[in-house]
């Protein structure tokens, strides 16, 4: 059995759903958890701070290890003292998971600016704060201590990030995720720092904003729990050279996505001319790819 005994895990939006179910994981392994949660809605409207509070209870009366740390995690400095404060209780953090996010879905045309910037600023921007303290505290440690492949980052994506009808801003956040993830895994590499994207599947309050009759899958078949032992994986020293990339977990299944490639080139010496393009771009560059591409890959 994977024990994760001498681990220090901090699980960002870890008071709910797919979060909640990590901070359990990990502390069922051993972990000691910090469990940070801003306690807010769905669409990010207040905060309550007893619902990190409730999950960490739940994990020391089951007899595990946490603590509670309300708070935001699209503030820097707040990002900052949450990694400090992780260090100052269990003298060191080996795992940060941010699954903090919310939803405001609409159409591109109806969005307001105020829904474009909320879920930009907590699934894209508070994903970077927490990365950032992180990878911070991570270098420096490493000056002292040398190569510790325990470190590990797992940032939070979506399958909408290949577009969804109705969620642009939550599809461009989570596409803006994998940059972040391939950039900086490539960055903290050197310093033994891991950093992957998960993108899951999981029945949570999230899921009961799609109407019934349109949601995808049940509570049985995709609980939150399932995607929970993949994030686990990432903590463990199997995971040791697992880093920059995206994976998936949902109900039964998990998975490695493909990277975005160029899959067709055409070269022309001299280089491409408007004339040259619409004489050749579609037979000899695009050959059969399909170009007009409106499916919604959810
Ligand atoms: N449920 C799914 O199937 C699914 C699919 C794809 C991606 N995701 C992503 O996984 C993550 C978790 O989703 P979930 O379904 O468990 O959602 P959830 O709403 O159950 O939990 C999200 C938690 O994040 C917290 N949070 C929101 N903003 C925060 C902030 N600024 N600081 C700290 N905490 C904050 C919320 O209070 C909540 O407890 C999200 O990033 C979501 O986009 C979920």
Known sequence: ???????????????????????????????????????????????????AEEVAEDIREAGGEA?????????????????????AEYGRVDFVANFAGILRDDFATNLSEEDWRAVVETNLTGQFALLQAACRHWREAAGDAGFDSQRSYLTVSARSARGNAGQVNYAAAKAGILGMVRTVAAEMHRSGVRVNALVPNGYTRMTETVPEEH?????????????????????????ADVTGCTLYAGGDRVGVFSEPSLDR??????????DALTEH?????AGDVDLTRTDNYF
Do not use: Q
């Not at 901070?23 to 949660?37: K, T």
């Not at 900052?80 to 260090?87: E, H, S, Y």
């Not at 080139?265 to 408007?274: A, D, E, F, M, S």
């Open 1 to 51: 059995m994977t024990a994760l005994d001498d681990r220090v895990c901090v699980v960002g939006g870890g008071g709910n759903g797919l979060g909640a179910a990590t901070a359990r994981e990990l502390a069922d392994r051993g972990a000691s958890v910090v469990v940070n949660d801003l306690g807010t809605s769905v669409r990010g409207e207040g905060s309550d701070p007893d619902v």
């Open 281 to 285: 771009f579609r037979e000899d560059v």
């Open 67 to 87: 603590t509670a740390h309300a708070g935001d995690l699209t503030d820097f400095e707040y990002a900052r003292g949450l990694i400090a404060d992780a260090v």
């Open 215 to 239: 949601r995808p899958y049940t509570r049985e078949e995709m609980p939150p729990e399932r995607v929970a032992p993949l994030a686990a994986y990432l903590a463990s020293d199997d995971a």
């Open 265 to 274: 080139v055409g070269v022309r010496p001299g280089g491409w001319t408007l």
